[in-house]
């Protein structure tokens, strides 16, 4: 491996107590144990307009917009882990999407911030099927902006009595499933940059 491979992890969500927030804060783990280096990043922290075509033309992007777009520029890998909003993904995170997919100039490539990045999709509900209709959306979505989503993927069900109080998964399969998905991407991206 001729680069540490660096990875930024986030939630769709901007709850203060959000389970896929400790959801992908476990992948990073796995991801960290596997040799990379993962930024984790609250969406909360980086509040955006909704995506507005007027607003963009008059104002160019958002501060946080940009920051988003600095941030996923930075990192060749994305550990998502996603709420299931109406058996879709959430507006957050589709904002965000949304916001981090405009050119910052006219020289930037379309999609710059998304092209060629290896990404690895999760979901949690208190349901029974963990949020797994919202991913088959985001992975659509995903692959339809040049991200590279590794085929695996966790939804976990019942997530409301999953995580023991230090932010681990309670059933060490599930634990171990979620972060094999942030070993997955970083062992991707070890064989990508060797």
Known sequence: ??????????????????????????????ARSAGAEVTYLDLRDLPMPLYDGDLEAQEGLPQNALKLKELMMAHQG????????????????????????????ADEPMLACFSDKVAAIMSASPGGLGGLR????????????????????????????????DGTLKDPQQQASIEKLGENVATMLSKLNG
Do not use: C
């Open 1 to 30: 491996m001729t680069d540490t491979p660096k990875i930024l992890a986030f939630a769709g969500s901007t709850r203060m107590d959000s389970y896929h927030k400790k959801l992908v804060k476990v992948a990073a783990q796995g």
């Open 78 to 105: 994305l550990l998502i882990a996603s709420p299931e909003y109406n058996s879709s993904f959430s507006a957050v995170l589709k904002n965000a999407i949304d916001w981090a997919s405009r050119p910052a100039s």
């Open 134 to 165: 919202g991913l088959v959306h985001l992975r659509s979505l995903l692959g339809n902006i040049k991200v590279i989503v590794l085929p695996d993927q966790v939804a976990i069900p019942k997530i409301h009595e999953a995580f023991n109080a």
